[in-house]
């Protein structure tokens, strides 16, 4: 026999050997213990808050009404003003200008309209002596009379002109509270442009946003005396919140967003433009619904779910839910769940669907030193 194939004949036991060795097969997975609940009906009042801002009812955006380069400003952000008091100024030369020009302009047109009347009178003189035609007297009635037309434009472009001087200087015509400058001096505004803002004085409302979804149940429940109250986040702790009217709902919604603003008023409310409040709407008390912890409910591509546990197999299954809100730390469930049904309620992002488990039992040592569970925990 040859050398290489004795020595190959002694090699394939050992090759057997050691790949015997390495398919080892993996330790079988320790079943999982769960901690579940039996579902049962319960009550539950729901709910919804919202951050809110404290604003004025009436808010204006002051602007000249003619253009020009700002002199001063007289006023600053968060300035009391009162009506007549002048917050801007723009530099007034070429108004001024403008209205001697238009004063020239007048006195230009009371002169023709002086001459024409003279050569008019002397006309008719004329008409009656016979040297004139009755064509030629007429066609200086016309000329008079557009020379009195052009009298009256003169002077009404004067007077407009005396008011664009005045328009250089800007004058508050409300009291209020300076909430926002937008122009400084040496800017070259056009007319309208804004300058400064005003909250007017009266009125509060808090404002906030709504969802899509939430709008229906908003209108029907926040009419009810109660149901919307509002609070500052400043307020000291244990503060009821105020009652509130619902006042003005936005026709649209935010093109960004998709949200809704509301507005509502709170009689009594002593706070600051611009703090933040919490608007709370109550729903009445519902029975007979589902509640589940927090903890027991999970994403699974984009949709609520919970484990549903199978007391013969000792199996999990996916069970999607549909979440109508939140009561304290619990979740309320609209739909896909029915009493009587064991779901787990801890450590839901670790299982999987037909994984076998064991119902969770605590050691006897907590179980004397812990109170006795409830008979709906398992």
């Known amino acids: 026999m040859p050398k290489s194939l004795s020595r190959a004949s002694l090699l394939l036991p050992l090759f057997a050997i050691l790949a015997a060795c390495g398919r080892q097969e993996p330790p079988p997975e320790p ?23 404290i604003k004025a009812r009436t808010e204006s955006r002051l602007s000249f009404r003619v253009g020009g ?5 007289k006023v600053n952000l968060g300035d009391a003003v009162r009506p007549g008091q002048l917050l801007a100024q723009l530099d007034p030369q070429d108004l001024i200008l403008g209205q001697e020009a238009a ?18 009178k002397r006309f008719i003189e004329l008409r009656e002596q016979g040297f004139i035609s009755a064509a030629e007297l007429e066609r200086r009635d016309n000329a008079f009379k557009a020379s009195q037309a052009q009298l009256d434009q003169s002077k009404a472009q004067a007077n407009s002109q005396g008011n664009q001087s005045s328009y250089a200087q800007l004058q508050s ?58 609070r500052l986040w400043g307020a000291a702790a244990g503060q009821v919140g105020l009652p509130a009217k619902l006042r003005e709902i936005s026709a649209s919604a935010d093109p960004v967003t998709r949200t809704f603003l509301v507005k509502a008023e709170v009689v009594g409310l002593d706070a600051k433009l611009g703090q933040t409040a919490t608007v709370r709407i109550e729903a009445p008390r519902q029975t007979q619904i589902i509640k589940l912890p927090l903890a027991a409910v999970l994403q699974q591509r ?16 996916a069970q999607p839910v549909q979440i109508a809100g939140a009561d304290g730390n619990e979740v309320v469930i609209a739909a896909g769940l029915s009493p009587g049904q064991e779901v787990v309620v801890a450590g839901v992002h670790v299982l999987q669907s037909g994984q076998k488990v064991l119902r969770y039992q605590p050691s006897p040592a907590l179980v004397k030193a812990a109170p006795a569970a409830p008979a709906a925990s398992r």
């Open 31 to 53: 079943v999982r213990a769960v901690r579940t609940l039996v579902l049962s009906a319960d009550s539950a009042g729901m709910s919804h808050e919202y951050a809110g801002e």
């Open 69 to 73: 380069k700002v002199l001063a400003r």
């Open 103 to 120: 004063r020239a302009g007048v006195l230009a047109a009371r002169a023709n309209r002086d001459q024409l009347g003279a050569d008019f």
């Open 173 to 230: 015509d409300v009291a209020g509270v300076v909430t926002g400058v937008e122009a400084e001096p040496g800017m070259v505004v056009g007319a309208g442009t804004p300058i400064v803002r005003i909250a007017h004085d009266g009125p509060r409302d808090v404002v906030f946003s709504v969802p899509e979804d939430q709008l229906g149940p908003l209108q029907a429940h926040a009419a009810k005396p109660g149901a919307l109250t509002v």
């Open 302 to 317: 984009g949709q609520s779910s919970v484990w549903l546990l199978d007391p013969a197999q000792m199996t999990l299954k």
